[in-house]
């Protein structure tokens, strides 16, 4: 069975990660994926050519509305005889589907990775995309991917179709994320700290949904309490040369506590603690990863977060930095045994309701049960 995955761009994101592990895993023997980017093969894209699979980067960038771009996608997808088309994002949901549907694939099925979109934090562009594919959503998909119990019923009350939506959650390779302590001891020596130094980590790409000055405001609320911790973040636009972050640093006197390292492979599980302040989320990667690697969660209650954390970690309000401060003082206040058995338990959480394995075949079954139904439609 031939299966086209369209996705918006192969920059390292949670919904490009995703992909990448459930192609990683597809059974090849009885899939045959391929992959268009509407924009950049990004740093993903390598990474899923390197397991056999063809992917093709159409470098559409902004001009998403092209339609030099869009007779691009429908000749690809004409050439590609695809059984199925899955497409991830909102561009690739509208694009990607449109085009689908003109080149004559009945199955199409999209993939919705975001939840709440505030008009402060995201582009009208945004915005505008998703209430179109919410009024097309009753015609084009048979089916609607959501990996976030939130965002299925904020989409379904933005209007797109009730019966469609499926949520199928973000997986984990547990073998790959767990407890390191060689990845803890290094880590820490790299940034010239002691083996005992408190970690606390934000990992994600700078952005306001990610609400990096909560965060800092957070932190200037526990270092009085625990002056010897130190602050590592990581991710796009993470680095020195920021200089609106940076300057949230400095204003809240934490530049000599805080580490910005860009893309850093093996911080996971140095962390004593995740951070997670986000004003929006559907379903973060990080804090699954972070619970695989054993590490406590402190997020706030955006998207299915608290689902994800349950009672291995704390929720706290979005927007609420002070009650997050105190979350995050109460875990370190916690010895250093019980945050370990707290980690612990998190990893099992994640393990028994979030496994890559089991994930990938909720995918699978989903998509063989539309093509089922579709052949078995057009038997009768």
């Not at 880590?187 to 965060?215: C, Q």
Request: net charge positive; with cysteine.
């Amino acid at each position: 069975m031939r299966v086209l995955y369209i996705i918006t761009d192969l920059s390292t994101g949670g919904a490009e990660t995703m992909l990448f592990r459930l192609l990683e895993r597809l059974d090849r023997k009885r899939y045959e994926p391929m992959v268009i980017s509407l924009m950049s093969m990004g740093d993903i894209g390598p990474r899923i050519t390197a397991l056999g699979i063809p992917v093709q980067a159409l470098n559409m960038a902004s001009g998403w509305h092209s339609p030099l771009g869009f007779s691009r996608l429908l000749r690809q997808i004409r050439r590609a005889r695809p059984d199925i088309v899955h497409t991830w994002l909102y561009y690739a949901d509208l694009l990607g589907g449109l085009a689908a549907r003109l080149a004559g694939v009945s199955t199409i099925c999209w993939g919705i990775r975001s939840s709440n979109l505030e008009p402060d934090k995201t582009r009208w562009t945004t915005r505008a995309v998703r209430h179109l594919c919410a009024a097309l959503s009753h015609r084009v998909p048979r089916c609607i991917f959501s990996n976030s119990k939130t965002a299925k019923q904020l989409h379904i009350a933005l209007g797109y179709a009730a019966r469609k939506m499926v949520v199928v959650p973000n997986g984990f390779d547990v073998s790959r994320f767990k407890p390191d302590d060689d990845a803890r001891s290094s880590v820490r020596a790299e940034l010239g700290l002691s083996p005992t130094t408190l970690l606390i980590g934000m990992i994600g790409r700078y952005d306001p949904l990610k609400n990096h000055a909560g965060f800092f405001s957070a932190m200037s609320m526990v270092l009085p309490y625990f002056p010897q911790v130190h602050f590592v973040l990581a991710g796009k636009g993470i680095d020195s040369g920021n200089a609106e972050l940076m300057q949230l640093i400095e204003q809240k006197g934490l530049s000599k506590n805080t580490h910005l390292l860009g893309p850093w492979p093996r911080l996971m599980a140095s962390l004593d603690l995740l951070a997670s302040t986000s004003h929006a989320e559907a379903f973060p990667n990080v804090i699954g990863e972070a619970m695989a690697s054993g590490v406590p969660c402190v997020a706030t209650d955006v998207g299915d977060c608290a689902y994800i954390v349950g009672d291995c970690g704390r929720i706290v309000p979005a927007g609420d930095m002070t009650g997050f401060a105190s979350a995050v003082r109460e875990i370190l206040n916690l010895s250093p045994a019980k945050r370990t058995a707290l980690g612990e338990s998190a990893r099992a959480h994640v393990a028994s309701l979030f496994e890559i394995s089991a994930v990938v075949r909720q995918y699978v079954v989903r998509q063989y049960e539309v093509v089922y139904e579709y052949l078995r439609g057009n038997s009768q």
